[in-house]
């Protein structure tokens, strides 16, 4: 059984791309096959991943608006067990021209039915609530939502908790959130520690236990193309995303986090 999850958070630059980059990478190096779709038309992950734009012949735009799946769509990346569908600035369009179209908000689910190839696909979400977020979270069996470290950390948490019980409301009775995993955490910084008591007061034991720090490596390693893992594997960023993937891996044997 192929488990899905979305990483979403409509706020921008909190951390979706590169723990949805990372935590990938992590769970690969921990035994499992995964896929990448990159749902962002900023093609962060895409581009974090060594793959240009030049050599982008098949993307998730045209295959959403296809709806015909085949291994065409499939980028390999340096790891051999992490795939990516990319995505180009194509998929700006794809909000627009997804309104009239029928199941508009199924497109992306009736796709992933048709791969089982991968024990695990994540689907990195654009900072917005629009329909290619609700794509997202409709095919998903579960979201992680990363929340940075920063004063208005849980601003806006509540629209995304609506929009995620109404998907389950209509379209998918079994989306559950996760976890919640804080981003950027500077332990120089008072504010930081103070945001994660607030967080883990509001939210309790969906809250993973792991942090991701602010850590410089983890900034660096998509201009080179790499996940920080391959980057700089020692970094207390790449540890804290095996951290990371070995709960969200505890958890999907079914254990608490
Ligand atoms: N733990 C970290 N330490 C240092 N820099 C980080 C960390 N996590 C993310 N960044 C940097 O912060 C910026 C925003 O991160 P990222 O692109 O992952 O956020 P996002 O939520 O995907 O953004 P968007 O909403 O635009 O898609 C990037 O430049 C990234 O390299
Ligand atoms: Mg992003």
């Known amino acids: 059984m192929t488990k899905i999850i979305a990483i979403a958070n409509q706020k921008g630059g909190v951390g979706k791309t590169t723990t949805a980059i990372n935590l990938a990478t992590a769970m690969c190096s921990i035994g ?11 093609s962060n992950a895409t581009t974090g991943l060594g793959i240009a734009s030049d050599k982008i012949k098949k993307n998730i735009y045209n295959l959403m608006v296809s709806e015909k799946y085949s291994s065409k769509y499939i980028y390999k990346t340096i790891i051999p067990t992490l795939d990516i569908i990319p995505a180009t600035m ?11 179209i029928q199941d508009r908000e199924k497109r992306l689910k009736k796709i992933l039915n048709q791969i089982n190839e991968y024990d695990n696909i994540m689907i990195d979400c654009p900072p917005a609530l629009g329909l290619l ?3 997202g979270l ?3 069996d579960s979201v ?3 929340l940075q470290c920063e004063f208005f950390a849980l601003e806006g948490l509540s629209s995304l908790m609506q929009t995620i019980d109404s998907i389950k409301g209509s379209y998918n009775e079994h989306l559950e959130v996760q976890g919640v995993v804080l981003t950027m955490y500077d332990k ?10 607030d967080v883990r007061e509001h939210l309790g034991n969906k809250v993973y236990s792991t942090i991701i720090p602010r850590n410089v490596r983890i900034s660096e390693a998509p201009s080179h193309g790499k996940p920080v893992l391959i980057y700089d594997v020692g970094c207390t960023g790449s540890k804290a995303y095996i951290e990371l993937a070995k709960e969200v891996i505890k958890q999907q044997n079914g254990e608490q986090i």
Not at 90 to 96: F, K, S
């Open 32 to 42: 499992k096959k995964v896929l990448i779709i990159d749902l962002d038309p900023q």
């Open 90 to 100: 194509d998929l700006a369009g794809a909000e627009v021209e997804l309104v009239n």
């Open 133 to 135: 977020t609700i794509n």
């Open 138 to 140: 409709v095919a998903s």
């Open 144 to 146: 992680i939502i990363p």
């Open 188 to 197: 120089r910084n008072l504010l930081s520690s103070l945001v994660e008591k």
